[in-house]
Antibody, heavy 120, light 111 residues
Framework: QITLKESGPTLVKPTQTLTLTCTFSGFSLRTSGVGVGWIRQPPGKALEWLALISWDGDKHSSPSLKSRLTITSDISKTQAILTLTNMNPEDTATYYC????????????WGQGALVTVSS | QSALTQPASVSGSPGQSITISCTGTSSDVGHYNLVSWYQQHPNKAPKLLIYEVSERPSEVSTRFSGSKSGNTASLTISGLQAEDEGDYYCCSHAGSSISVVFGGGTKLTVL
């Protein structure tokens, strides 16, 4: 059974760096054909794809946030870590991580989400 | 990489069928048969409904179906039920190896 859970701060100050961790079970980032993605959703707004990391180490980030985003995995390949620098109030959102099927480009299982508020 | 275009809202009565459109470009929806659809209820994580345009996970009701024509994908829900009320998002592969793009979301109201 695959599960994913996001963890990290609930409140960050403007200009700070956000680090979120997605801890998952039932697969690892050594499992061929899979990846982990990060998606966010500002309150009352649409989903926005942020970044993806795949089993073969390939990484991709949204062009609009590329300069601020980093996605990595831990050495055990059971966590995916998202870093977003220079946070501002517009980055207030629920951040989701999700299991990704690379060949078919879809997210089949999602974490519960973590609300991050940017405020001084 | 612009968001895919969806109608802001659709509505229907119980038992009716509705269709939600998702319009992209020849670089995403029109180029790849890699469109997926997600259902989201308030304060819940999205749930996969459809992948690869028209494939349905085994646990998803057969009332949900997907299709594509040109740069536009569609999600049809038949036999509307009250529990179908919520937000629906399309998503497409957008080239550049494994990047994806979401639609702006559609709010479904069951009258």
């Amino acid at each position: 059974q695959i599960t994913l859970k996001e963890s990290g701060p609930t409140l960050v100050k403007p200009t700070q760096t956000l680090t979120l961790t997605c801890t998952f079970s039932g697969f690892s980032l050594r499992t061929s054909g899979v990846g982990v993605g990060w998606i966010r959703q500002p309150p009352g707004k649409a989903l926005e794809w942020l970044a993806l990391i795949s089993w073969d180490g390939d990484k991709h980030s949204s062009p609009s946030l590329k300069s601020r985003l980093t996605i990595t995995s831990d050495i055990s390949k059971t966590q995916a870590i998202l870093t977003l620098t220079n946070m501002n109030p517009e980055d207030t959102a629920t951040y989701y991580c999700a299991h990704f099927i690379v060949a078919a480009a879809f997210f089949d299982l999602w974490g519960q989400g973590a609300l991050v508020t940017v405020s001084s | 990489q612009s968001a895919l275009t969806q109608p802001a809202s659709v509505s229907g009565s119980p038992g009716q069928s509705i269709t939600i459109s998702c319009t992209g470009t020849s670089s995403d929806v029109g180029h790849y048969n890699l469109v997926s659809w997600y259902q989201q209820h308030p304060n819940k994580a999205p749930k996969l409904l459809i992948y690869e345009v028209s494939e349905r996970p085994s646990e998803v009701s057969t009332r949900f179906s997907g299709s594509k024509s040109g740069n536009t994908a569609s999600l049809t829900i038949s036999g509307l039920q009250a529990e179908d009320e919520g937000d629906y998002y399309c998503c497409s592969h957008a080239g550049s190896s494994i990047s994806v793009v979401f639609g702006g979301g559609t709010k479904l109201t069951v009258l």
